[in-house]
């Protein structure tokens, strides 16, 4: 890790920026743009994202009135409010629509309603003390008539039991579809501390609630809220069922546009289809008195409608600190552009388009556009390890990176990944001009070999893996050995040290002086320490020249005859070399 000073606290640190010139890249980035905007400012405005949002506390009273006659027999009743309807818990309440009456129950013993587990032909069906979650009583142990056929078991309970009969058709107080309900709504928004209800100020006490007509009004006629979902009031009131009223509050507290009104609508909450196992609402309640001084009741099985206020919204008001955060959650938004545009340009290079798309469609020229783009965009840097090195020939124009080098096996013939040459560093042969510009190369040739000798330059001792004659074997141990075996050329040819641009840029003093000078104006030339300078300069010129990039010249592994004519130029004085050092 770097030792951080005082000044580096004082430091800014941003991206550097590649600006491509491009007219079909800078439409696509404007037209996304451009569409990020408007979704941004749509929702600013539609949604009020500027506005810090607050959830509604509310309360609900509830009043029903309306009459409803119910023929009994021969005789008729009028049901009036506290008849039909009964107190609930929470914003809810119930509307009675019909109802099974069983009368003058009292505590004694009697038969039980016939079921599949009540009938009996003897005592001995009948246990003493039994009762089950279904049954109406407790058996005495007895079996006894229930009328002329059926014979079932003794029960002390309520007597007479309630017949499990079906509900009446048409529903007896099928006129309650035109009671009415009187809603009372208050909310509360303690965070903005603004309170109001559903009942303004010159609100008309007669109306009646109509969806286009009168939104606004409280009151509610049964069998409008029925019609408002599609279901049809009389034959829900048989059996009865669940009806939501939703009351919406989506309020706007601003000064400028200050709004808050109350939406209602309207939903069916239970299971409409009457296949279901218990379809409908109902239960049981009973009225008790005493007749000769004995207690009795009239069982009442009741059923009706059942109405669930739901109530719930927002209040929102302007606050500059949701506008900020806002904001600044949308700017990442914008990078949707660079994002495509990168995703494009990594799609369509490297050679892809080139292979796939080209020799399909004559008109792809764009793909190489791409690669254009992709190869100043990206620059692949490989992890430095020990294990890593770089390989030229002068007889090929590409590089060998070689990874985990075997041991005992010559790096001239180690397998390897092909890398492209990276540009030449023209800034630095710049310094070079001095020393060179003598040279006239013919045009026409390759570098490499338009400057060496016609005649190949041989040697008897050369290895079996040396290709221009002129390497030595190495002396390092056995484990490093393999570093050094090593030739400037993949096939046989001429050596790349009998260059004249070998001799000028990699043996020639005054430009190897010049260099170091260039390097470190005030550095002193030691006489005892001069070819210990030069030579690791030469190398480094030689891998520079080669190589073509400081990074890589730091992996470079020099071929032998490079190596040991370099050390010939700027000998050591007991011959005894290191080799190849990593830098990591």
Known sequence: MAACGCSDVFQYETDKVIRIQSMNYGTVKWFLHMLVFSYVSFALVKDKRYQEKEPVISSVHTKVKGLAEVKEQADSRIFDTVDYTFPMQGNSFFVMTNFLKTEDQKQKVCAEYPTRATICSSDENCAKGWMSPQSKGIQTGKCVKYNHSLKTCEIKAWCPIEAQEAAPRPALLSRAENFTVFIKNNIHFPGHNYTTRNIFPGLNTTCTFHKTKNPLCPVFRLGDIFQETGDNFSEVAIQGGIMGIEISWDCNLDSWFHHCRPQYSFRRLDN????????????????????????????????????????????????????????????????????????????????????????????????????????????????????????????????????????????????????????????????????????????????????????????????????????????????????????????????????????????????????????????????????????HCAYRSYAIWRFGSWDLANFAILPSCCRWRIRREFPKSNSEYSGFQSPY
């Open 272 to 535: 409409k289809s009457s296949e279901s196992l218990y379809p409908g609402y109902n239960f049981r309640y009973a009225k008790y008195y005493k007749t000769d001084n004995n207690e009795t009741r009239t069982l009442l099985k009741v059923f009706g409608i059942r109405f669930d206020i739901l109530v719930f919204g927002t209040g929102g008001k302007f606050n500059i600190i949701q506008l900020v955060v806002y904001i600044g959650s949308t700017l990442s938004y914008f990078g949707l552009a660079t994002f495509f545009i990168d995703f494009l340009i990594n799609t369509y290079s490297n050679g892809w388009c080139r292979t796939q798309v080209y020799p399909l469609c004559k008109c792809c020229k764009p793909c190489n556009v791409n690669e254009y783009y992709y190869d100043r965009k990206c620059e692949t840097i490989v992890e430095p390890k020990p294990t890593l090195k770089y390989v030229s020939f002068v007889d090929e124009a590409h590089i060998w990176m070689v990874d985990k080098q075997l041991l005992g096996k010559h790096l001239q013939d180690a397998k390897g990944k092909k890398v492209s040459r990276p540009l030449t560093e023209f800034k630095y042969l710049s310094s070079l001009a001095h020393s060179v510009h003598t040279l006239s190369p013919p045009p026409g040739q390759p570098e490499e070999i338009e400057l060496l000798s016609e005649v190949t330059a041989t040697s008897t001792g050369s290895p079996d893996w040396c290709q221009c004659g002129n390497c030595l074997p190495s002396r390092l141990g056995k484990d490093r050995r393999c570093l050094e075996e090593l030739c400037c050329r993949k096939g046989p040819g001429p050596c790349i040290t009998t260059s004249e641009l070998f001799r000028k840029l990699v043996l020639d003093r005054d430009t190897l002086r010049f260099l170091l000078l260039y390097q470190e104006p005030l550095l002193a030339l030691d006489a005892g320490d001069t070819n210990r300078q030069l030579r």
